[in-house]
């Protein structure tokens, strides 16, 4: 299995050729919870700004915010009112030049989000659309319909939203309109030119200010199955109750890749590798990769990883599926644990797999927070030596927990609203982030306002409380990615190998495992048991610019020797010496 990409160039964003995109760290910026510089409570575009420095530090490559135009903030700016402009909340366009100059200067590039598959329902599109009534051009921009002639009180057919509950609802003359969404984020119809043209303009408007690429938002969404026929599943019976993946009339269908197929040849008119990256929660791998085949995205976000559960078949299975339905069409990885849409791993990682990817129900047990914390610090640590590009999300890097105890009048997300508090939705992942303990809001703002409450606990976890310790999450990154750059990693060639551990090691608890497995071991030869003592295991080399970095992450209750002759480079758990104990990773210089 082999992922090959050429050395990174420099890093300025006007360099052509370098396809930086293929390995590149990219930190993920969820604007109204990063920093606070105009003291109102929420996140603003200067407060990333003035941020900057701390992201360049930690060693990402690039860094994806969430959206910030304006917008009734519904779905916290997933409803976009005005596609080419800032919101107030957030600042101005002139904020966002600032922005982009000042990453660029710092060697980061911004890649802002894109939102096509719905509007804000306050968008003048929408508007115009609704008072011009049935049957003008103006309603063909979006989808709607006339009522059931059988029961004009039933929607057009029975496709459900997303966030919980139908997703249709009526104008006052009686026609529906769809949302996937909430109710105020009618889909738009990009089976109308007019539609893909208007789009054009909006991706020539933020690649003319600078950005280096895209995050689209839904984009296995934006098609719909002509006549927009019933769906044979619910969306709760294809998704369990996080994010669909299912196949369904209005996800992943073959036309949404003639969109892409434009875009991809607009953004390559542009000098500087701009990227497109999919949001497309679809399955299987195969059709993840139709997403990045030649011509299309760069990248599309490996969900796959973020839902695998805590044990090493699951992540080996998973880590081979992904490299080779990308290698198929020749595309990057990526790997992702962490988002604004779903529960923050150090949250996660303790909990049993049937709640990965959900919104947790009110009902669920509160996980235990430092088997939590130690399983994500060992994940991001696997995470990022596989060849690829890796995603992290802020407050990855400190180790934040999900905030469960939110009270309900705080909450923000639609899906809790929708669902009547049965899903509690995605709130928890989207607590401003903790900069300094001392400090008002944690050093969030200095008015100390925070849009929603942080917990006590999210003071020692704060950026000033890890800067510096050794030992603490933030520190292990910041190792991890400056050893990522300096090995290479990312790119290179990859290989699982045989975890069984070397028989020599004195006191070994699992030397039962015999010379000729030490000597497998020793040979870097490929093909790990999955069963037997060692399948608790997950260990693969990765051969880059410097040598051969062997990964041991071990999912079992029984430590494993490090072999006498290996250098640790990094360990999730600071205290490693001889051994690898449950639930650490490290990484060893082999050879
Ligand atoms: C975004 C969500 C958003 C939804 C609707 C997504 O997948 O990541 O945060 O609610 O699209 O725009």
Not at 421 to 435: N, Q, S
Request: overall charge negative; proline content about 8%.
């Amino acid at each position: 299995m082999t992922q090959h990409s050429p050395s990174r160039g420099p890093l300025h964003p006007s360099a052509e050729t370098a396809e930086w995109w293929r390995s590149a760290v990219i930190y993920q910026v969820y604007p109204r919870s990063f920093a606070d510089a105009d003291g109102d409570g929420i996140g603003d575009l200067p407060g990333i700004t003035a941020k900057l420095d701390h992201l360049r530090e930690l060693g990402v490559d690039a860094v994806w915010i969430s959206p910030f135009y304006p917008s009734p903030q519904a779905d916290a700016g997933y409803d976009v009112s005005d596609y080419c402009d800032v919101d107030p909340l957030f600042g101005t366009l002139a904020d966002a030049d600032a922005l982009i100059s000042r990453a660029h200067e710092l060697d980061l590039r911004i890649i802002v989000d894109l939102v096509p598959n719905h509007t804000s329902d306050q968008h003048p599109w929408f508007r115009r659309a609704l008072t011009a009534g049935p049957d003008s051009p103006e309603r063909d921009w979006y989808l709607f319909r006339d009522a059931n002639p059988e029961d004009p009180e039933r929607p057009p057919n029975n496709w459900e939203s997303v966030f919980g509950g139908p997703a249709w609802s009526t104008t006052p003359d009686g026609q529906w309109y769809l949302h996937l969404f909430d109710s105020s984020q009618p889909d738009l119809n990009w089976a109308n030119p007019q539609v893909r043209e208007a789009f054009e303009d909006v991706l020539r408007f933020w690649l003319d200010r600078g950005v280096d690429g895209f995050r689209v938002d839904v984009a296995h969404g934006l098609v719909k199955a002509a006549g927009l026929p019933d769906a044979a599943q619910t969306t709760e019976e294809m998704q369990g109750d996080g994010m669909a993946t299912g196949a369904a009339p209005y996800w992943d269908q073959d036309g949404v890749h003639e969109i892409y197929l434009d875009w991809r040849r607009l953004l390559d008119e542009y000098p500087g590798e701009r990227v497109l990256v999919a949001e497309a929660w679809v399955q299987p791998y195969a059709r993840i990769a139709r997403y990045v085949r030649p011509g299309e995205f760069h990248q599309a976000f490996n969900f796959s990883f973020l839902d695998a559960s805590w044990d090493a078949p699951a992540l080996r299975e998973c880590i081979e599926e992904s490299f080779r339905a990308n290698d198929v069409v020749g595309a990057p990885t990526t790997w992702v644990l962490s988002n604004h849409d779903v529960i923050r791993p150090a949250t996660r990682l303790a909990l049993d797999p049937e709640h990965f990817t959900s919104q947790l129900g009110a009902a669920v047990p509160a996980p235990d927070r430092e088997l939590g914390a130690r399983r994500a610090r060992a994940a991001t640590t696997a995470m990022l030596a596989l060849p690829g590009s890796a995603y992290l999300y802020q407050g990855e890097e400190l180790g934040l927990f999900e905030v469960l105890d939110l009270p309900e009048e705080v909450r923000q997300d639609p899906t809790f609203h929708r669902t009547s508090g049965r899903r509690l939705g995605r709130d928890g992942c989207r607590v401003p982030i903790p900069w300094e303990r001392g400090a008002p809001a944690f050093g969030f703002s200095e008015s100390g306002a925070a849009w929603l409450p942080q917990p006590a606990g999210y003071g020692d976890l704060a950026v000033d409380q890890q800067k510096g310790c050794g030992s603490s999450h933030l520190e292990l990154v910041r190792r991890l990615l400056a050893l990522r750059a300096e090995r290479g990693l990312g790119t290179g060639s990859f290989d699982f190998v045989d975890p069984r551990p070397d028989s020599s090691a004195e006191g070994s608890d699992a030397a039962a495992a015999g010379s000729a497995a030490a000597a497998d071991f020793r040979d870097g030869s490929t093909g790990g048991t999955a069963a037997g003592p060692c399948a608790d295991i997950l260990a693969f080399d990765v051969t880059a610019a410097v040598g051969t970095t062997r990964v041991v992450l071990n999912l079992g209750a029984t430590a494993w020797p490090i072999p006498a002759d290996a250098e640790v480079l990094a360990a999730s758990d600071p205290t490693v010496t001889d051994r690898v104990p449950t639930d650490c990773a490290v990484w060893l210089a082999i050879g």
